[in-house]
Nanobody, 120 residues
Framework: QVQLVESGGGLVQAGGSLRLSCAAS????????VGWFRQAPGKEREFVAA????????YFADSVKGRFTISRDKDKNTVNLQMNSLKPEDTAVYYC?????????????WGQGTQVTVSS
């Protein structure tokens, strides 16, 4: 079992930036592919970005390409989602997930989520 904890959410104006982090205490997390997802009120959860266990492969939803980046810090055992040029439509609860069962958008372990609100 892998426990995931997201942090870094908050309120930001349109055009601003936020950096989300997904942390785990288990060493196995360093080797897991990790994905970020989001769910806006009244909408289904959607895939945002993913990074492979090695960090050599990344994948992004079309809606965030060019604005979001994903990276991993193996020393800190975290995966970070840098979100730039944020738009009101990016408002959602953001979840990280680890242990891909189907790359890049199906995972075994999930965090509790962190709220991101972008004001216009």
């Amino acid at each position: 079992q892998v426990q995931l904890v997201e942090s870094g959410g908050g309120l930001v104006q349109a055009g601003g930036s936020l950096r989300l982090s997904c942390a785990a205490s288990e060493r196995a997390f360093r080797t897991y592919a990790v994905g970020w997802f989001r769910q806006a009120p009244g909408k289904e959860r959607e895939f945002v970005a993913a990074i492979s266990g090695s960090g050599s492969s990344t994948y992004f939803a079309d809606s965030v390409k060019g604005r979001f980046t994903i990276s991993r810090d193996k020393d800190k055992n975290t995966v970070n989602l840098q979100m730039n040029s944020l738009k009101p439509e990016d408002t959602a609860v953001y979840y990280c997930a680890a242990g891909a069962t189907t790359w890049p958008n199906k995972y075994r372990y999930w965090g509790q989520g962190t709220q991101v609100t972008v004001s216009s």
